[in-house]
């Protein structure tokens, strides 16, 4: 029998890979783990030219099997309908994010009516830190049961562009899921390019689902202000759950009660010393802040009237109606060995867009705009609050348009040279 693979993960930004019920997980479920790589898999096989089916197509015609009984090198080894996932996927370990409380609020500053049937003051709109999402050291063993080992260690190959790149599990858009890889088979991890050739390969293929070759990557790096050591309770989002009052058109609202005020004093009390506990430990939950730039400032200014709306809600997502995924995904912020702080943004911009959407600008162009504004030293007072300290853009990786290597571009972002070792 073929052997497992075995590899030890340790989570930068909690990682969240819950069940049915949202904010309730007791560990990481392995579905959350698979759907990511699967995702991030057929995401690197159209970049290097691999023809792969869409397997949440509505169309028969567009996902596997096709007619003739074929699969995609994709489904051959997470599986469709008619064939079973060629490995078994295990996950354990870690601890809670906190206990103290089940989840604590980011509020986005926005106010929504109180719910139906139940009428009463407004409520926060915003984002959740929850206390289920998994930190610590995780287990994956990875085990093959009718392919082969070589079959199963090319899954580590976006594995390693996760790690170095973007995040593992679900709610990777809201900061979850950054994590360090710390062995493989109590070994260091190691991605050669012997391994990237034995991915399977083919002619360069356009099409509109997510492409390597149309990812964009970024960390931006910053030390926390010296003489200032509360300056992280005036991120937005966090200075409304220290404060526990959102205060808008007049109002003043609970974070975290808008009915009881002692039992929101009660609870916003119980947050803030999570929050110092967590910024203590190598995390600081800013992602909504970061977010709330990206969509509500820097994407409205390439319009002299509000943006359109449909193009927003492709971009950065919507619940409701469409339940849109964000092709523009943020981190939490986590701190190095070095003492400085650092946080991603990664997303997928694909050169042709959906019908009926259009960017303001060449697609070259739009990105060089969001470089650019992560590079102005004025953005960050208005992401971070007036305290912000000074980021820098670390990493930034794009292709042009006219760039098409999407192998070469796989090299790049794993730090292999041709016929060498990551």
Aim: with cysteine; proline share 8%; net charge positive.
């Amino acid at each position: 029998m073929p052997k497992p693979i075995s590899i030890t993960l340790r989570t930068l930004t909690p990682i969240w890979a819950g069940g049915v019920e949202s904010g309730r997980t007791k560990r990481v479920h392995e579905t959350g783990i698979i759907g990511s790589l699967r995702w991030w898999y057929e995401a690197i096989l159209r970049g290097i030219g691999r023809e792969v089916c869409n397997p949440t197509s509505d169309n028969p015609r567009e996902r596997c099997p096709r007619n003739d009984g074929f699969y995609c090198d994709v489904c051959r080894l997470f599986g469709a309908t008619g064939r079973s996932r060629g490995f078994r996927l295990r996950i354990g370990g870690g601890t809670s994010n906190f206990s103290g409380m089940d989840k604590i609020p980011l509020p986005s500053g926005r106010l929504h009516p109180g719910r139906k049937g139940r009428p009463g003051p407004d409520r926060p709109g915003g984002w959740f830190l929850f206390a289920d999402a998994r930190t610590g050291n995780l287990e994956i063993r990875i085990v093959p049961l009718f392919v082969t080992y070589e079959d199963i260690a090319t899954l580590l190959v976006p594995l390693a562009l996760i790690y170095r790149h973007a995040a593992l599990g679900a709610k990777v858009a809201n900061g979850y899921g950054v994590v360090d890889i710390t062995g493989v088979n109590n070994e260091a991890f190691v991605i050669s390019d012997a391994m990237l050739r034995r991915l399977p390969t083919g002619e360069n293929v356009p099409g509109t689902l997510p492409n390597l070759r149309d990812f964009f990557f970024a960390k931006v790096r910053f030390q926390a202000p010296v003489g200032d050591p509360d300056w992280w309770q005036a991120i937005p989002g966090i200075a409304e759950a220290w404060k526990g009052m959102l205060e808008k058109n007049g109002k003043r609202v609970g974070v975290f009660d808008q009915y009881d005020r002692k039992k929101n004093d009660r609870l916003c009390k119980r947050a803030q010393g999570e929050l110092a506990a967590l910024r203590q430990k190598g995390l600081l939950p800013m992602a909504p802040a970061v977010r709330k730039w990206l969509r509500e400032t820097w994407f409205p200014s390439f319009f002299r009237s509000p943006p359109p709306k449909q193009l927003g809600n492709w971009l950065f997502g919507t619940t409701r109606p469409e339940n849109e995924a964000s092709k523009i995904n943020v981190s939490h912020a986590y701190r190095l060995v070095s003492g400085e702080w650092e946080f991603r943004i990664w997303g997928w911009l694909p050169q042709v867009l959906p019908d009926g959407l259009r960017l303001p600008l060449p697609r070259q162009q739009f990105m060089h705009r969001l470089k650019e504004g992560l590079e102005n030293p004025s953005t960050w007072p208005i992401v971070l609050g007036p305290a912000s300290p000074a980021c820098r853009v670390g990493q930034w990786h794009c292709l042009s348009d006219d760039e098409t290597d999407g192998l070469a571009y796989l090299r790049t972002l794993l730090d292999i040279a041709e016929g060498g070792e990551s």
